[in-house]
């Protein structure tokens, strides 16, 4: 064991005096540290609910064995998610066929657009998906995703409508435990045991990466709270995947809210950096950095990591580094990017594509134009650039020289990746792009600097507290000239 600090001792106490809790803690800060002192100080039994399975088993090394490290999918599976152990695993099915056996065959029309069989099936999975994220007990028109061109509510609408029906078809094939049209995968068991209101038992519960949990695990956790003690950790200012349906769960907690603010992972000057955007992003949690580290915020040549703003952003960088004869890894790997590409191939020669991204555009040209001229459309622009600049044929190749982490000379990543990871020398990409100008000028007649998104600081802290011994601000040095980067 270690020298808790007096954050850790405290939280110590609250737990043993029986405290449900909430702990703040920052980057580097040894949660699992803190999670691992609480468990050793009691011979009550508890369980440990890890974000994935590699987290898990690198928990229980730590824990005493008083304490089960699973993830919330484990326990639904040792519940009941064996049962549907015939049709785990089974072999991909192309989302027409699925939906066909769910009886789409036919064509839509919706809003001035043809939706075809598969991309109606794609948003009928997508929206069986949605479902299993959330802590809803029927499924609803809320939980059918947006299409891009058929996002108005009236458009959403008709589309939920010819949606919704056939999800509940596909969720009604996935209650049979043996054979089914639709691919079973631990999502779906995990929201079926939620909907048993399971008990979990176990004296206390810990709760891991508490910022970015899926609220079916959140209501799992906190139906808990009449046998068991809870205890959550996690970060809110790393809450970066709202977009995907995850949930911050620490801030509106009932229970003890406490800090752990003395970071482990870099030295005093990297924590001043980190507080600058956790003030931006309107944390209370300020970091110490550690008197034993020396961090330095200088120009990185060799770094080990790049970290990039986007998926197309990573994209550009490995092929620059492979055209100079760099070994590179891609966190992640490049399947996403493959994907695309072969999209953008499709739709290059004519033909449509069912990629979710693209699936209503007739063209390749109808996709530059709307990256080009529809407000909507500009995150699609970095994509258009990396096709047209480099082409397919050179992206896949690229893809296909990856290099695994332990071979690479280079590691590049998306900040949203590489959370939960730490490098000595980390360059920020230049996709980090500053916020366009606001109306407002300054005496001078100069617009002043638009306000820098929360959800943005939120990624740029996630991403300069990636370094332990050296920081290229890189792509995100324009904070320096920015107001709120001298508040």
């Given amino acids: 064991m270690f020298t808790p600090t007096d954050e850790q001792t405290h939280a110590a106490d609250r737990f043993h005096s029986g405290h449900h809790m909430a702990l703040q803690a920052g980057a580097g800060t040894g949660k699992t540290s803190t999670l691992a002192l609480l468990a050793h100080g009691t011979r009550r039994c508890g369980r440990y609910l890890a974000y994935n399975r590699s987290i898990a088993r690198e928990a229980a090394t730590r824990f005493p064995s008083t304490v089960t490290c699973r993830t919330a999918h484990a326990l639904a599976y040792a519940a009941l998610g064996h049962r549907y152990s015939r049709r785990l695993g089974a072999p991909r099915r192309p989302a027409w066929r699925t939906g066909q056996d769910l009886g789409i065959t036919r064509p839509v029309h919706i809003a001035g657009h043809t939706l075809t069989p598969t991309t109606l099936s794609n948003a009928v999975l997508r929206t069986v998906t949605r479902f299993c994220y959330s802590a809803d007990a029927v499924l609803t028109p809320r939980h059918v995703p947006l299409l891009r061109g058929i996002d108005g509510p009236e458009q959403h609408q008709?589309?939920?409508?010819?949606?919704?029906?056939?999800?509940?078809?596909?969720?009604?094939?996935?209650?049979?435990?043996?054979?089914?049209?639709?691919?079973?995968?631990?999502?779906?068991?995990?929201?079926?045991?939620?909907?048993?209101?399971?008990?979990?038992?176990?004296?206390?519960?810990?709760?891991?990466?508490?910022?970015?949990?899926?609220?079916?695990?959140?209501?799992?956790?906190?139906?808990?709270?009449?046998?068991?003690?809870?205890?959550?950790?996690?970060?809110?200012?790393?809450?970066?995947?709202?977009?995907?349906?995850?949930?911050?769960?620490?801030t509106g907690f009932d229970g003890t809210h406490l800090p752990l603010s003395q970071s482990f992972r870099f030295g005093p000057a990297l924590a001043a950096e980190a507080n600058r955007w956790l003030a931006i992003a309107e944390s209370p949690l300020r970091l110490s950095g550690s008197s034993t580290k020396t961090t330095r915020l200088c120009p990185v040549a060799a770094p080990n990591a790049v970290l990039c703003r986007t998926n197309v952003g990573a994209m550009q960088h490995v092929m620059t580094l492979l055209s100079a004869g760099i070994r590179v890894a891609l966190v992640g790997g490049g399947e996403s990017l493959r994907s695309l590409a072969l999209a953008a191939r499709q739709l290059q020669e004519g033909r449509s594509t069912s990629h979710p991204e693209l699936v209503l555009f007739p063209t390749w040209g109808a996709v530059q134009d709307y990256a080009a001229y529809d407000p909507s459309g500009r995150d699609l622009q970095p994509l258009v650039d990396l096709v047209d600049t480099h082409g397919t044929p050179a992206i896949l190749d690229a893809v296909d020289r990856l290099s695994h982490e332990l071979h690479a000379e280079v590691t590049v990543s998306t900040a949203h990746k590489a959370k939960g990871r730490e490098w000595a020398g980390v360059k920020i990409a230049d996709d980090f792009t500053p916020p366009k100008d606001g109306d407002e000028q300054d005496d001078t007649g100069r617009p002043l600097p638009g306000r820098v998104e929360q959800d943005e600081a939120r990624l740029a802290y996630v991403a300069v507290t990636r370094a332990s011994h050296q920081l290229d601000l890189g792509g995100l040095s324009w904070i320096n000239e920015h107001p709120q980067g001298h508040a």
């Avoid at 209101?197 to 709270?225: C, G, M, W, Y």
């Avoid at 970066?240 to 769960?249: L, P, S, T």
């Fill in 158 to 250: 008709e589309l939920a409508s010819c949606v919704v029906p056939y999800a509940e078809k596909a969720w009604a094939d996935l209650q049979h435990p043996d054979d089914g049209a639709v691919r079973f995968d631990p999502d779906h068991f995990l929201k079926i045991w939620s909907l048993t209101n399971p008990k979990i038992h176990a004296d206390f519960l810990l709760l891991d990466e508490a910022q970015d949990t899926n609220p079916v695990v959140e209501q799992i956790f906190n139906s808990q709270r009449e046998h068991a003690q809870l205890v959550m950790v996690g970060d809110s200012a790393q809450a970066i995947y709202h977009w995907r349906g995850a949930k911050d769960v620490l």
